[in-house]
C-alpha cells in the first residue's frame, strides 16, 4: 500500500459505484486491524461480503464521518471516486423538526486503559493496565491516590466507589477507559461515565437519564443489553438537533415510526438492531416518562430468515489440529463440542465440569437460564491435558491478569486457527455452535434433546437446523437426475 511521504500513514482507496440506483463508495486498504477495529460496529458502513470490502454511502454525510473516523489514522485517496458526491445529505422531516438518525460522533483517543479486578491479602483493588505511555504514568504518579506496586508492577487503588469516581474522572478526557468482563460496576454514575466517556458532547448534546440505566440494572438486564439499550436511545435523542428532552418526551408513535423508517431507508443497519431500537425507546416512554403511547401501532420490520453458516466435521478437526497451544485448544474444542456459546464458556468455573456424569454445567445464559450441555470423552481428554499445564483457580480458562479469559482473545485465536487451518469458508467462532448442532442432526440425534443442549426456548429456533442438515436431503432423488440427456 501506499502511504503518504511525510506520515507514512495508510491510505484507504475510495472507490464509487451504483447498485439499485444507489451510489455507494467501497473501501479498500491493505490489511489493517487498527483500520478495521474502527469500522466495525459502526452503523453507517458495513462490510459486503460479495465485493469484499466495506461499503457505504456515497453521500456528504458518510464522507465527513469517515473523514472524521480516520483524521488521525489514515490517508483517505479520493482519485478512484467519481465526482457525484451529493452537495448535502438528504433530510427527512420528523414531526417539526428536519433530521436524520445520526451516527454518534467518537472522541479520538490515542491510548487505552484497563482495569481489572486484583486480590491482595483478601482486600480488593483495581488493577491499572496500559502499553507504557510517559504521560499516563505523570498522570497517575501526580495524582495522589493511585499506588505503584513493585510485586504485579502496575499502578494500583482500593475498589471503593470514591477511589474509581476520581480515577475515571481522570483518565476519560485523556484515553479511552476499558474494564475487564469480571469487574462488575453497579453505580449508576460510574457505569454512565464509562458508557458515554468517547462520545463528543457538543452544544445540545442529549445525555441518557439515570433512571433509564437504573431501570435496566434493577431489571437484570444484562450487561451487553445495557450497553446496546444505552446507545439505541443516546443515538434517538441527538437526532433532533434543536430538539429538547422535554419535546421529545412529547413525541408520538407517529414520530418514532418515521424515525425508524429512515433508518431503514438507509439500509445500513439490521432489522434486529431496528427491532431493539423499538424497544428502547419503548421501554423509555413506557418506563421512564410514563407516556399512554399507542405501541401497539409500533411498526416493525421483520426478521431475516437466513440459514446459518456451518463448518463440516473435517473442517472443524483441522481448525483444531492446528492449535498448539493447549490453553487456546482447550476452549474452541469446548465450545464445538458442547456448543457453547462465547459468553458460556468464558463464564465456566471449575465446579461446572461435572466428569463423573459427563456433563457442563452452564449458569446464567442467554436468558438468565441455567442448562447442562455435553461434555465428550476427547473434550474431558483435553480438559485434563490443559489443566495439568495451566492449573486455573476459579474460572475454567483465567485471563492473562485473572479473572476471566477474554471474548477479544478467544475469537482471535480462532481466526488465526482457521487462517492457518487454510478454511476461507464465512463464518466465526459461533459457527462452531451452528456446526455441532447440524452434526448432531445428521448423526441422528432427536431434535428435542438438540433443542435443550442448545438452550432453546422453543424447537421452532432449532428447527433452523433441519434446513442445512444433509442427513434426508442426500437420499431424495432429484427429478433431474430421472431425466436421460443426450
Excluded at 191 to 197: A, I, P, S, V
Excluded at 351 to 361: G, N
Aim: net charge positive; aromatic share 12%.
Amino acid at each position: 500500500m501506499e502511504t503518504h511521504s511525510t506520515d507514512r500513514k495508510p491510505v484507504i482507496y475510495l472507490n464509487g459505484f451504483d447498485y439499485k440506483e444507489k451510489s455507494l463508495i467501497k473501501l479498500f486498504f491493505r490489511p489493517n486491524k487498527k483500520i478495521v477495529s474502527l469500522l466495525q460496529g459502526r452503523d453507517w458502513i458495513k462490510y459486503s461480503v460479495t465485493y469484499r470490502a466495506y461499503v457505504t454511502h456515497n453521500n456528504e454525510r458518510c464522507f465527513c464521518l469517515l473523514a472524521d473516523l480516520f483524521s488521525n489514522t489514515a490517508i483517505l485517496d479520493r482519485k478512484y471516486l467519481e465526482r457525484r458526491m451529493h452537495p448535502k445529505a438528504e433530510t427527512v422531516s420528523i414531526g417539526n423538526n428536519s433530521s436524520t438518525p445520526c451516527e454518534l460522533e467518537h472522541q479520538q483517543k490515542n491510548s487505552t486503559v484497563f482495569l481489572l479486578p486484583l486480590k491482595i491479602e483478601e482486600k480488593e483493588y483495581i488493577n491499572i493496565r496500559y502499553k507504557y505511555s510517559r504521560e499516563i504514568y505523570t498522570l497517575l504518579k501526580k495524582s495522589g491516590f493511585c499506588s505503584w506496586s513493585k510485586e504485579y508492577k502496575s499502578w494500583i487503588i482500593p475498589a471503593s466507589k470514591d477511589d474509581m469516581q476520581k480515577l475515571i474522572s481522570l483518565l476519560i478526557p485523556v484515553v479511552t477507559v476499558r474494564t475487564h468482563s469480571s469487574l462488575q460496576i453497579h453505580d449508576v454514575s460510574l457505569r454512565k461515565q464509562l458508557l458515554e466517556q468517547s462520545y463528543c458532547k457538543t452544544n445540545g448534546f442529549i445525555t441518557c437519564p439515570d433512571e433509564y440505566l437504573s431501570l435496566l440494572q434493577y431489571r437484570n438486564y444484562s450487561y451487553n443489553t445495557i450497553k446496546t439499550y444505552h446507545y439505541l436511545l443516546l443515538r434517538f435523542f441527538n437526532s433532533f438537533k434543536g430538539k429538547t428532552l422535554k419535546e421529545i418526551n412529547e413525541f408520538t408513535e407517529t414520530e418514532i415510526n418515521k424515525y425508524h423508517e429512515i433508518m431503514r431507508e438507509e439500509k445500513s443497519i439490521s432489522s434486529s438492531m431496528l427491532n431493539q431500537s423499538v424497544n428502547a425507546i419503548a421501554f423509555y416512554y413506557r418506563n421512564i416518562i410514563k407516556r399512554e403511547v399507542s405501541w401497539g401501532n409500533f411498526i416493525r420490520p421483520k426478521k431475516e430468515k437466513r440459514l446459518p453458516d456451518v463448518y463440516s466435521l473435517e473442517d472443524v478437526q483441522i481448525i483444531v489440529n492446528c492449535i498448539e497451544n493447549k490453553k487456546h485448544r482447550a476452549v474452541i474444542f469446548l465450545i464445538y463440542s458442547a456448543g457453547l456459546r462465547v459468553s458460556e464458556s468464558l463464564n465456566l468455573k471449575i465446579t461446572d465440569i461435572l466428569s463423573d456424569r459427563k456433563q457442563i454445567f452452564v449458569r446464567g445464559s442467554k436468558g438468565r437460564k441455567d442448562r447442562m450441555a455435553q461434555l465428550s470423552v476427547q473434550a474431558l481428554t483435553v480438559l485434563r491435558d490443559y489443566y495439568r499445564e495451566f492449573k486455573p483457580e476459579e474460572y475454567l480458562f483465567r485471563g492473562q491478569f485473572g479473572g476471566k479469559y477474554s471474548a477479544s482473545s478467544i475469537r482471535k485465536v480462532f481466526e488465526k486457527a482457521k487462517k492457518a487451518a487454510g478454511i476461507d469458508k464465512p463464518g466465526s467462532i459461533h459457527t462452531l455452535r451452528h456446526s455441532y448442532a447440524t452434526h448432531l442432526l445428521e448423526n441422528g440425534t432427536d431434535i428435542r434433546y438438540i433443542q435443550t443442549f442448545l438452550g432453546h426456548n422453543s424447537s421452532r429456533t432449532t428447527e433452523i437446523y433441519t434446513h442445512i442438515s444433509k442427513a434426508k436431503t442426500d437420499k431424495i432423488i432429484s427429478p433431474g437426475d430421472l431425466i436421460s440427456l443426450k
